[in-house]
């Protein structure tokens, strides 16, 4: 029986708990992304359940029991997320329909290459509140983790990392999509902070083009109080730093067509094993896979591999032992 068979999950006292953004995704795809101001002919539509959290949320449900904490309109919208994270076995008891406000939408451009661009309207998302995870805060002390993004409030981020840290919770932030953060206003108690390059040059103002300058990012994160830095790194892996080091850890290979929501199943995943017990490094490597498995399929949270799939995929992907 593997580690994350179900029907162990089931057994565990400790949860994944994200606290986040649910959105519905329109996805297009073209042969290349517009330029401003341009028209270009579009292929096919695919409309979806996305938004970072509940993509997290997913990821973390097909390798640990997982609860969401998020808000939706009481809209077709926000029924078709319920529906869908309750069908990928997401605990829902914190997801609550908003009746004065609209489910978040995200517009998405995917080209020939699977890079995409994304435009979010946020709708019902910006009114998840530090006071709705305060009501929630015996979910939040009896989680074996806390997984945080940054499309919500940045209020309740903060609020929610203050109470894992009063908890002993662990908590990951992934500072996606990019706020106002800098490297002195990081939320207290950040276990385990994964930007991608991006983030990660936005956080340091230093260059993350390489895996060994995303190492010095990674580094100089790690000065300002956070207990280990992931920068991810897209088709090249990602680089891992602690008090001991640093480490390129490089991706498994696949041919992408589709990278939306790459980094919230790499985050989801890495949430989940170390919540079943996987070592750090194990876990990584379970995250990278998982992720890289996701780019091969359309959509954000419609790619992600169920744990059934992800099990039958990983031993291949899995490095040699000893
Ligand atoms: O990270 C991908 C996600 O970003 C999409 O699902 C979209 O909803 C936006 O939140």
Redesign the pocket.
């Known amino acids: 029986m593997s580690a994350l068979d179900p029907a162990e999950r089931a057994d565990r006292a400790g949860y994944v708990l994200v606290i986040g ?1 649910a ?1 519905v ?1 329109v996805s297009v795809t073209t042969a290349r992304l517009p330029r401003p101001g341009e028209t270009v002919p579009g292929g096919s539509v695919l409309i979806s359940v ?3 959290g509940a ?1 997290q949320a997913v990821a973390a449900a097909a390798g640990a029991v997982t609860h969401f904490l998020g808000r939706v309109g009481d809209d077709d919208f926000g029924h078709l997320v319920g529906r869908t994270l309750h069908a990928r076995g997401v605990g829902l008891d914190s997801l609550v329909a908003l009746p004065a406000a609209a489910t978040g939408v ?1 517009t ?1 451009a995917v080209d020939d290459a699977g890079q995409n661009c ?1 435009i ?1 309207v946020p709708g019902a998302n910006a009114a998840l509140e530090p006071r709705d995870v305060d009501a929630a805060a015996d979910l939040v002390r009896g989680a074996a983790i806390v997984v945080l993004q940054c ?1 919500v409030p940045l209020s309740t981020v903060y609020r929610t990392a203050e109470l894992a840290r009063a908890a002993c919770v662990p908590c990951i932030l992934n500072p996606a999509p990019w706020q106002d953060l800098d490297l002195g206003r990081l939320p207290p108690g950040v276990d385990y902070l994964i930007p991608n390059e991006t983030e990660a040059a936005a956080l340091t103002g230093l260059p993350t083009t390489t895996p060994a300058e995303a190492a010095r990012a990674a580094q100089r994160l790690l000065g300002a109080g956070v207990g280990c830095v992931v920068v991810t790194l897209g088709a090249a892996g990602c680089v891992v730093a602690d008090a001991t080091g640093a480490l390129h850890l490089p991706a498994y290979p696949v041919t992408a067509v589709d990278t ?2 790459a ?2 199943a790499f985050v989801g995943c890495f949430a989940a094993a170390l919540a079943a017990g996987c070592p750090r490094h194990e876990a990584l490597h379970r995250a990278g896979v998982y992720a890289a498995l996701s780019t091969t399929r359309r959509g ?1 949270q419609a790619s992600y591999p169920t744990y059934t799939e992800f099990e039958a995929a990983y031993p291949s992907a899995a490095p040699a032992s000893g």
Do not use: L, R
Request: glycine fraction near 24%.
């Open positions: 953004s959105n995704d996305g938004g970072k993509n995200a998405i994304i979010v499309e939306t929501g980094g919230d954000a």
